[in-house]
């Protein structure tokens, strides 16, 4: 069986393509910087932001570009087919065996593809900044530790949802759908908790600065707060941050050791009051009902538009069929990425708001903002597109005017 270009991936193709160019555009030709900008920031920080930012942004498009392309290739050209048909032969045409292997191959050839460009970015780009504190070595025992984590867990993915193709042709997007919500659910719970531990070591906050700052915001914002743990972010990054994880008995703050050893206390209590921010108004609960939400709908689409290519019982799906599942879903969240960094951008917009509220610090905020930008080598100025289609949190001259109205009576 062969995968023809309907009107439905024409459509997802194009759309995909035509973000891409925009995207492409916009991070070689980022425009002249908002003269705001000069208020907060010199103008080399200003050039310094826009270069290491115009080479990530590279990196992440021409990654996204190669993958669609190879996979594109692979379905729509009939290689994937061909490929499936010759390790049909090799394994003696035991099904699930040379689904394996051709899961197998795929995933191979992607992390391949992939390579290079994630070493770039994350680790000499990184370190042409300043930013990397890691060997090569550990790089690449967290990479491997990485990949195989997932290749574990996309294997057992893609055993599964054949399975469950080949016992309900017609319901398979359902369980589908419920099985990456569960998913979702469980990453929210346990990741923090096992998987995370496997990549840093987190220690409970001794510092009773820190501690204090803690219980004094959580009587404010009577929140009862769980954990309060410091990672060793500083073994891979000089970039600093704090953020909340979990649910119930497993919610934790988290915070950067980068944070507490190079930003003043007011700044750590404006970035703490943020995290705190998102846990009072529900935007782990809000963002884990709309992931779920957004999962139905990728899954219901896939269905309508597999809706040929899956075989009634007693036929299983061809395991070129899983080429189209990983092409649909790498462009649907590229080309979604908008609507789900909008979303993300109001929740954010809120956090800087409700911190505000509880700190009063809007002086420490600003600063905080500014610091951040800097040591993080933000683009204080990006181009509206890119802002439109990438960015989950507001760009800082944003964030700054909002604290500053947020802090008017
Ligand atoms: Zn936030």
Redesign the pocket.
Known sequence: MQFRLNAVWVAIIALAFVFSLAYLWFALFPGRAAPEAGQYFSAEQVNRGREYNRVMRLVFIGSFASQAAFLAWLLFRGQGAELSRWIQQLTGGSYWGSLFLFFLAVWLSLRLINLPFTLFGSYFWQHRWGFSTQTMSSWWLDYLKGTGLDLALSAAGVLLLFWIMSRWPGAWWVAGAAFFSLWLVIQTLIWPVVVSPLFNRFVPAKDPAVTDMVRQLSRKARLPVGQVLVMDASRRTTKANAYFAGLGPTKRIVIYDTLLNDYPPDQVEAVLA??MA?WIRGHIFKGLALGILGSFTAWGLLFLLLRGAVPLPPGLPPPHLWVAVLLFFLLLSFAGSPVENHISRAM?KE?DRVAVELTGNVPAAVRLQVNLACKNLSDVSPPAFIQWFSYS?PPVLTRIELIQQAGRP
């Open positions: 943020h995290e998102h954010e956090a949190h």
